[in-house]
């Protein structure tokens, strides 16, 4: 076959592509990428995808594998979550991500709310009641799927209160579809109280979805850990990413319920065309069988045993870390985290000299070659605010890592210890206060110092980050979202 470019050269493009892009493996990310630090899992993965590369999970009557492969996940993910207790049966089901997970939980308690209610979709608009600290994949299920989004503040350490979420309840039980409560939340590592909160919603009989997409593979094996799983009486579901601390490739998760007429509930099905019947569990028709076998490999190769063994080199690292950002002078970590990660602020007990500021802080440990994940600050609805900090994930490689990382953790405070915050850009203080078209978005971009142009291509990132998220916090959110939309919308854009 004539090729327009040889498929030598295709792929020598792609590794110089991917010379420039942040490490995967050797623990220099805190974020983003979940590196067991084992290459043969990683081995093994691939050789998975491989096998599974030509097949279309959209059809498993059709390839049997993609049905074998789900049953056998879905088992051992229900046996270590808690949901073989021999109660009403849990089902699962394997999806694309974290997202589409919390997606298809949102749509299945909306639907069982409507039919419950007698209405039909668009009649009534029933509540999604969950902590600010849910992850965003929430608020998107409430935009896509028509509920009410119900936010409830949380404590100074992140976590709500059982009772703040009885408060939602008590006065209008019925309209609402579905409690969320996350073991760990993203943001700030803060398990929430979810035997309490179930207690509460089950009293009105509303179910209780737990989303532990970024701990559920990791805290079955933590210690001291009150009840957080399927064994909580009340909670109805479960989310539980397969390519965080699963090791998986990206993207594969795990949605469990409780009760197979709820998990029906999140599929779609139609007769109602000339062509095959349609019935798709989850919001992809065609979809690669890789990530799923790639999970289902991993699963087989480290067992229960296995997950625990990393797990525990993941918990030690964590520990060391957390006591190592302890020790840095004008830095605190944020409330009692739980898992493998957690957030980081400015101590603001110390005096201004002494204080570092987390988002400078993470600039100039980039500096040092560490990626960090700046996060920006958040004002309550009940005037509370969340401080703006630092987060990080870390992985079983960190441990081994932790000599060169925890001095360069060190050296980056030490070099920006007094260093105030950067001011938001005369641009957004004097900006829109309605949301701006691309091109003022544009502008506004250029005006924080920040250039699409470098990313891929070049090799450079977007450069430092702090005022871009001062931006985010000084401007009005649909201003912000509209400016971070603009942004990533034109680093795909054509040159």
Same mark, same amino acid.
């Given at each position: ?14 590794? +110089? ?88 939980? #949102? ?50 350490? !992140? ?118 019947? #349609? #019935? ?33 080199? +993941? ?9 190592? #950002? ?6 605190? &970590?944020?409330?009692?985290? $739980? ?6 602020? $400015? ?49 079983? &490689? $960190? ?8 001095? +360069?953790?060190?050296? +980056? ?33 250029? !005006? ?48």
């Amino acid at each position: 076959m004539r090729f327009a470019v040889p498929p030598d050269d295709v792929l020598a493009r792609l590794a +110089a592509l991917r010379e420039r892009d942040a490490p995967t493996h050797g623990g220099r990310v805190l974020s983003y990428v979940y590196d067991s630090g084992e290459p043969e899992l990683d081995e093994l993965a691939a050789a998975a995808v491989r096998a599974m590369q030509p097949v279309n999970g959209l059809d498993p009557t059709t390839f049997g594998s993609v049905a074998a492969l789900e049953r056998d996940l879905v088992a051992f993910t229900r046996d270590l979550l808690g949901g073989d207790d021999g109660g009403e049966p849990v089902v699962g089901t394997v999806t694309s991500g974290g997202t589409e997970s919390c997606l298809l939980a #949102v749509k299945a308690a909306r639907d069982a709310w409507l039919a419950a209610h007698g209405a039909e979709p668009g009649a009534a608009r029933p509540r999604l009641v969950a902590p600010v600290t849910a992850h965003a994949a929430f608020q998107k299920a409430a935009h896509y799927f028509g509920l009410a989004l119900d936010l409830v503040p949380v404590r100074p350490g !992140g976590a709500v209160a059982a009772d703040a979420v009885a408060e939602r309840l008590a006065d209008r039980p019925d309209d609402v579809a579905l409690v969320v409560v996350s073991a760990p939340s993203y943001p700030h590592a803060a398990l929430d109280p979810v035997a309490e909160v179930a207690t509460v919603a089950a009293a009105r009989g509303v179910p209780v979805h737990v989303d532990a997409c970024i701990g559920g593979m990791a805290l079955p094996f933590w210690p001291g850990l009150p009840p957080w799983d399927l064994r909580v009486p009340g909670v109805t579901s479960l989310s539980v990413d397969l390519h965080k601390y699963g090791y998986a490739p990206k993207g594969v998760s795990m949605l469990l319920h409780r009760g197979r007429d709820r998990q029906r509930g999140q599929y779609f099905a139609t007769t109602r065309w000339p062509g095959y019947p #349609v #019935v798709s569990p989850t919001l992809l028709g065609s979809r690669s069988g890789g990530p799923l076998a790639a999970a289902w490999a991993i699963a087989q190769a480290l067992g229960r045993d296995g997950f625990a063994e990393l797990a525990e080199q +993941a918990r030690q690292a964590t520990d060391a870390l957390r006591a190592a #950002v302890g020790q840095i002078d004008g830095l605190r &970590v944020v409330g009692e985290p $739980t898992g493998p990660l957690f957030a980081v602020a $400015t101590d603001e007990s110390v005096p201004t000299a002494r204080r570092v500021d987390p988002h400078v802080w993470a600039d100039t440990v980039a500096n040092h070659g560490w990626v960090l994940q700046p996060q920006p600050a958040l004002r309550q609805a009940d005037g509370t605010v969340l401080p703006h900090t630092t987060h990080l994930t870390v992985t079983p &490689v $960190t441990a081994r890592v932790l000599d060169e990382l925890v001095p +360069a953790l060190a050296a +980056a405070a030490d070099a920006v210890r007094g260093t105030p915050r950067p001011e938001a850009s005369p641009l957004v203080d004097g900006g829109p206060a309605t949301v701006p078209d691309s091109d003022t978005a544009a502008a506004l971009l250029r !005006g924080l110092g920040l250039d699409t142009s470098r990313i891929g291509e070049t090799g450079a990132g977007l450069g430092p980050m702090a005022p871009l998220l001062a931006a985010v916090e000084a401007l009005p959110a649909p201003v912000a979202e509209r400016l971070l939309t603009e942004l990533l919308g034109r680093l795909a854009e054509p040159r």
